[in-house]
């Protein structure tokens, strides 16, 4: 029997008012439906904000380390299931198990470095200019906080958005993307069984326009982190920065990876294989632009080519497999429309472009890893977030027409460049518009101790994970303290 999944709301698992639920669906096998979850409404998320402020002065006045101590207890309950939650993972988004497990870890550090923020949470002590004054900065919490959630890292975003905001002393409220509510669930119920006191985590399901916006529009709300696409996080900015709140916006890219004329072809390919295609080319940091220099464009095609259609594609779950499906029906039009567009403009397919289709593949919505060549910077598969497995290769004569290549898109998420020649690697690096730099390495695969943010629209406000982290979490207090009356 299909197991039914409960809100949390006030440390209790809630049914929704309405009762109505909706099923989180298998992408690699539409015949399994991997849970129900609460169809919330306006109702259920006023009861998950009410519970988040009347536990939040208590939560805040609790010392940091020992709310740091909750994530400690947790990232332990969550390293006992590692394997069953990389499972839950695969099944409810898609990914290969490996990568599901790998994202379930980073879930698990995430929370043991925002455990051991409680206990550091630094501020500045600066020197006067009057005699015996002390001066120094303390952080605060905010008070509550709303985390908007999409599902293709369903377990990293809400971990790197809840630790740092409950570790800051903050009530949270977060709502995970429809698609794969599951694994926040798993981390949410780790919280719960390690003991975190009622109300200072609230989780809540159901749509963007029924929960997302009530969420936001909540009075007492005093902060808004989403990640998500442009579209819904530049109408969030709108509704938010009327209330002269605080955001923060993650949203999508085009990001390029530059391979240069010196560079060894097939450590190139791999970089590009692996940035495309990993995730079904689902991860916001996928790498969407090949631009590669006229001298090696040739014979790094063939053997991208090679490398591409070598990546099996098939049920995630299994051993072997490289890439799973698209996340759902809507993802997998997206990518074929996409498809369709890039061959109308006159990009030329070299590889993939297909709906996969027989056995397994009629269950799911599997799509072939595609390559695109003879793509112009006009064009719309060169401009616009596709989400999905789709290449552009795009021929720059040399460093300078490569840069400008790279520049010449909205977005400024991440970015890397493949090659041996430092003035280049320092160039590249000053020059490109991008949040992320990564060199001879795939423009996906960030690390949680390091700040994770885009540039450019992109992104908004703060930036997330590592040390900068609870920057958004607490506001500064500035105290100037004379310790003698004379
Ligand atoms: P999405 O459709 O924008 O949804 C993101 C979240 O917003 C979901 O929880 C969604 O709920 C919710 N939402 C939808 N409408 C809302 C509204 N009116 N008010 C409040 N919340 C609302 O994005 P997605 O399809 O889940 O994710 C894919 C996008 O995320 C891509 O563009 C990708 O580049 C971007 N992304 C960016 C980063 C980054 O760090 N820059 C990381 C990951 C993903 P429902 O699920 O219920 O619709």
Known sequence: MTETFRNYVGGRWLECMSKKTFPNVNPANTDEVVGLFQASGPEDTQAACEAAAQAQPAWAALPAPRRGEYLFKAAEILESRLDELGADMTREEGKTLPEAKGEVKRAINIFRYFGGEGARQFSYQIPSERENVFCYTLRKPLGIVALITPWNFPSAIPAWKMAPALVAGNAVVIKPASLAPLSAYRLVEALHEAGIPAGALNYITGSGGAVGNTLVEYPGV??????????????????????????????????????????????????????????????????????????????????????????????????????GPAVDAGQLDTDLKYIEIAKKEGARLLCGGNRLTGGIYDKGYFVEPTLFTDVTPEMRIAQ???????????????????????????????????????????????????????????????????????????????????????????ESRTVYLKYTQA
């Open 222 to 323: 005093r902060a808004v982190s989403f990640t998500g696409s442009c579209e819904v996080g530049n109408a969030l900015y709108d509704k938010v920065t009327r209330r002269k709140i605080r955001v923060q916006l993650e949203m999508g890219g085009k990001n390029p990876t530059i391979v240069l004329k010196d560079t060894d072809l097939d450590y190139a390919a791999d970089v590009l294989v692996n940035g495309a295609f990993f995730s079904t080319g689902q991860k916001c940091t996928a790498c969407s632009r090949a631009i590669i220099e006229r001298a090696i464009y040739e014979p790094l095609v063939e053997k991208l080519i090679a490398k591409t259609r070598a990546l099996k594609v098939g049920n995630p779950l299994e051993p072997g497999i490289g890439m």
């Open 384 to 474: 616009e977030e596709v989400f999905g497995p789709v290449l552009a290769l795009m021929q720059a004569k040399d460093f300078d027409d490569a840069m400008r290549l790279a520049n010449c898109v909205r977005f400024g998420l991440s970015a890397s460049i493949v090659t041996r020649d430092v003035t280049r690697i320092h160039q590249f690096v000053n020059r490109i518009e991008a949040g992320l730099i990564t060199v001879n390495l795939p423009t996906a695969g960030v690390e949680y101790q390091l700040p994770f943010g885009g540039t450019k629209e992109s992104s908004f406000g703060m930036r997330e994970q590592g040390p900068l982290a609870l920057d958004f979490y607490t």
